[in-house]
C-alpha cells in the first residue's frame, strides 16, 4: 500500500496558511520519504474552475514523484490536461457517478482515472463538479454506485466518508469492505480521510488497499512518512 500525503492548495497558496510555496511543500514531503502525493485544488472544488492547476503542475514536476491531481473533476477534457501537464493520474468527483456514458470514458482513460465515493450515511454527497450532475448523483446509494463504476470499466475508486473527513475519526474501514464486496478484485480502492494513527494504516493494509490519502496527521506530527510506510508493510 502507498502512502500518499496530501497538499490542499487554494488561491495558489497552501491552504494552511503555511508561507512556504506549494513546491517547497512538495518537496519537503519527498524529502521525509514520499512516494506519490495528492495534489488538492480546493478552488476547483469550491467553484469549479481549475484556477490552481499551473501552481500544482510546477509542485508535480518539483516534487520528482508520480502526483494525483484532486478538486471537483468531471469533465474528461480537465482530466486530460492535467495528464498533459504532468500529473500521473486525476480523481473525479463522485458527481460522475450520475452518468454512465461519462463513467465508460472515465473507465477508457485507464488506470490513472480515478472515481471518488464520498459518502455520507451510505449515499453519494459529492463536493464539486459539475452542478447538474451533483443533483443528479446526491442521494444515491454508495454501493450501487459502486457497482456502476464496475460495469462501466473504471479501474479505480478513491473511498472517503465524508462524516469523519479531517477530524481524526478513524479511515472507513466497514464502507471499504462493503464496496470490496461488491466491486470484488478487478477495482484498486483507494482510500482518504481520517487516518489518526499508525494502527489505521496497517487495518487498510490488511484489506489490500492500494493506498492511501494523509493529510491532517502528517500536519500535527502524529507520525512520520517513514512510520507510515512502515506500518503498512507490516
Request: charged letters at 20%; a negative charge; one cysteine or more.
Given at each position: 500500500m502507498v502512502i500518499v500525503p496530501s497538499i490542499d492548495v487554494?488561491?495558489?497558496?497552501?491552504?494552511?496558511?503555511?508561507?512556504?510555496t506549494v513546491?517547497?511543500?512538495?518537496r519537503e514531503l519527498v524529502a521525509a520519504?514520499?512516494?506519490e502525493l495528492h495534489l488538492v485544488d480546493l478552488d476547483g472544488a469550491e467553484i469549479g474552475i481549475f484556477t490552481n492547476v499551473a501552481v500544482l503542475a510546477d509542485a508535480a514536476r518539483a516534487s520528482g514523484v508520480p502526483c494525483r491531481l484532486a478538486g471537483g473533476m468531471s469533465r474528461v477534457e480537465d482530466a486530460h490536461d492535467a495528464m498533459e501537464r504532468g500529473f500521473a493520474g486525476v480523481l473525479f468527483s463522485s458527481a460522475v457517478l450520475g452518468d454512465d456514458d461519462l463513467l465508460r470514458e472515465i473507465g477508457r482513460l485507464g488506470d490513472g482515472a480515478i472515481v471518488e465515493i464520498e459518502a455520507k450515511d451510505g449515499f453519494l454527497a459529492p463536493r464539486g463538479g459539475d452542478a447538474n450532475l451533483v443533483a443528479i448523483a446526491t442521494g444515491r446509494g454508495v454501493l450501487a454506485s459502486a457497482r456502476a463504476a464496475l460495469v462501466a470499466g473504471v479501474?479505480?475508486?478513491?473511498?472517503?466518508?465524508?462524516?469523519g473527513e479531517?477530524?481524526?475519526?478513524?479511515?472507513?474501514?466497514a464502507l471499504i469492505d462493503a464496496i470490496r464486496a461488491v466491486v470484488g478484485p478487478r477495482v484498486a480502492l483507494h482510500a482518504g480521510g481520517?487516518?489518526?494513527?499508525?494502527?489505521d494504516v496497517r487495518a487498510l493494509a490488511a484489506r489490500g488497499v492500494a493506498s492511501v490519502v494523509i493529510g491532517r496527521a502528517f500536519r500535527e506530527g502524529l507520525f512520520s512518512v517513514a512510520e507510515a510506510q512502515q506500518a503498512a508493510l507490516t
Amino acid at each position: 500500500m502507498v502512502i500518499v500525503p496530501s497538499i490542499d492548495v487554494r488561491a495558489r497558496r497552501l491552504a494552511d496558511g503555511s508561507s512556504a510555496t506549494v513546491s517547497a511543500r512538495a518537496r519537503e514531503l519527498v524529502a521525509a520519504g514520499a512516494r506519490e502525493l495528492h495534489l488538492v485544488d480546493l478552488d476547483g472544488a469550491e467553484i469549479g474552475i481549475f484556477t490552481n492547476v499551473a501552481v500544482l503542475a510546477d509542485a508535480a514536476r518539483a516534487s520528482g514523484v508520480p502526483c494525483r491531481l484532486a478538486g471537483g473533476m468531471s469533465r474528461v477534457e480537465d482530466a486530460h490536461d492535467a495528464m498533459e501537464r504532468g500529473f500521473a493520474g486525476v480523481l473525479f468527483s463522485s458527481a460522475v457517478l450520475g452518468d454512465d456514458d461519462l463513467l465508460r470514458e472515465i473507465g477508457r482513460l485507464g488506470d490513472g482515472a480515478i472515481v471518488e465515493i464520498e459518502a455520507k450515511d451510505g449515499f453519494l454527497a459529492p463536493r464539486g463538479g459539475d452542478a447538474n450532475l451533483v443533483a443528479i448523483a446526491t442521494g444515491r446509494g454508495v454501493l450501487a454506485s459502486a457497482r456502476a463504476a464496475l460495469v462501466a470499466g473504471v479501474r479505480a475508486l478513491y473511498v472517503i466518508d465524508l462524516g469523519g473527513e479531517g477530524q481524526l475519526s478513524g479511515p472507513p474501514l466497514a464502507l471499504i469492505d462493503a464496496i470490496r464486496a461488491v466491486v470484488g478484485p478487478r477495482v484498486a480502492l483507494h482510500a482518504g480521510g481520517g487516518v489518526r494513527e499508525l494502527a489505521d494504516v496497517r487495518a487498510l493494509a490488511a484489506r489490500g488497499v492500494a493506498s492511501v490519502v494523509i493529510g491532517r496527521a502528517f500536519r500535527e506530527g502524529l507520525f512520520s512518512v517513514a512510520e507510515a510506510q512502515q506500518a503498512a508493510l507490516t
